[in-house]
């Protein structure tokens, strides 16, 4: 069968809107209406006008996409398409943690479930974690959740002292100092960009660190024509399309193969893809309540966004 056909096809009978991720294969990234990061995958979600939002990303990003727009159903092609910082966040041991700061205002990363979400004052992505954070006054008490990376990130470049969760993503913090210190004396001339979810000896060594559609920008606009990329094998696509003549070069999760792959992004294929709209399933549900209490931080989220001109 020819999926990228087939599903254009289905694409256009149902008035459906395909929404993916940077780290999606190729093929899916080709065949999509939009292909972001969280902050711009939530704000075409919001504003999507269509009889089906099909998600090509992970669980919490359609779960997102839902409450944003919860009139529309919102497919994902695999439900088992998680997470592992929103796993390693849950929900009871969350609000115990939580209690034990109740002066603490709460920051959660995009990357939680809805449940964690429902429990926190504002959410924020890696395009704007800095600025929501700096949109707080500097003695403002903060817990940031759930990944540490992140939030000693935050903490180092802004001078705060939040309480961090102590959770990570399996894919950013397994990067290490050697494999790249190793690619860049092979390659002397190429600039390192990092995802702020890699730890804090891989961001220290970084030229820029950013969300990935920081990082696809900085490639954009950078000089350099060589770059070491530390984050998800995916985004290499959008980067070589927008600068063909640049070369990118992905720090390799182990010794084993020259990718790091998200093992959730890429339950996603263009079979499940073709299935989820032909079905119109499996749907992400949520009860009004939870929509209602989650939605609540990411609004929150969307506003300071919008005042700060970040979007
Ligand atoms: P971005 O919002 O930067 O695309 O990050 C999402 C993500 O899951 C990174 O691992
Ligand atoms: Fe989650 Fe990490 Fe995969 Fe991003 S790369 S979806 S943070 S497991």
Redesign the pocket.
Known sequence: MDYKEEILKLKKDKNALILA???QVPEIQDISDYV????G?SQKAASADADMIVFAG?HF?AETAKMLNPNIPVILPDLEAG?S?AESCPYDDFVKFKNKYPDHIVISY??TTAAIKTVSDVIC???NAVQIVKSFPEDRKIIFAPDKNLGGYINRITGRDMILWNGT?K??DLLTTEAIIKMKEENPDAKLIA?P?CNAPVLELADYV??????LNFTRNDNSKKYIVA??SGILHQMQLASPEKEFMVVPADETCSCND?PY?KLNTMEKLYLAIKNEKPEIKLDAQTIEKAVKPINRMLEISRKLNLI
């Not at 972001?36 to 902050?39: F, K, R, V």
């Not at 950013?210 to 990082?215: A, D, I, L, N, R």
């Open positions: 991720h940077y780290y972001g990061d969280s902050l995958l992970v990003m997470c910082l995009i990357n992505t890696s395009g993503c894919v950013h995802h979810e950013g969300s990935t559609t920081g990082m984050t998800e998200c992004m």
